[in-house]
């Protein structure tokens, strides 16, 4: 069964960094695609970032581009989301997520299935 367990969220002003990891359990570490998602209150969850197994490519949603920056590192089994330059409205739960074939329902992003999510972290950015 995959676990994913996330960490490093905290409360940040406006312009702030914040770097968040997440743990990934083994049989789920070389699954092609692992993602952030983020969810608000009283608004439905929504893709942040993906990034590939292969080839280590990466994907973003528009209103994190060029501030946000998912890596992965293979040997720790862990993904990371570095974010910069922080604003008010990216205050959210984050999670982690992977896919698992096994769970039938399933979110799409940026061509990758998402079916598995921690518990999440929270961020939080005053302004």
């Known amino acids: 069964q995959v676990h994913l367990v996330e960490s490093g969220g905290g409360s940040v002003q406006a312009g702030g960094s914040l770097r968040l990891s997440c743990a990934v359990s083994?049989?789920?570490?070389?699954?092609?695609?692992m993602g952030w998602f983020r969810q608000a209150p009283g608004k439905e969850r929504e893709g942040v970032a993906t990034i590939w197994y292969g080839d280590g490519g990466t994907y973003y949603a528009d209103s994190v581009q060029g501030r946000f920056a998912i890596s992965r590192d293979n040997a720790k089994n862990t993904v990371y989301l570095q974010m910069n330059s922080l604003k008010p409205e990216d205050t959210a739960m984050y999670y982690c997520?992977?896919?698992?074939?096994?769970?039938?329902?399933?979110?799409?992003?940026?061509?990758?299935?998402?079916?598995?999510y921690g518990q999440g972290t929270q961020v939080t950015v005053s302004s």
């Open positions: 997520a992977t896919d698992s074939p096994e769970t039938p329902n399933s979110t799409w992003f940026m061509a990758c299935r998402f079916a598995v």
């Open positions: 083994r049989d789920a570490a070389s699954n092609d695609c």
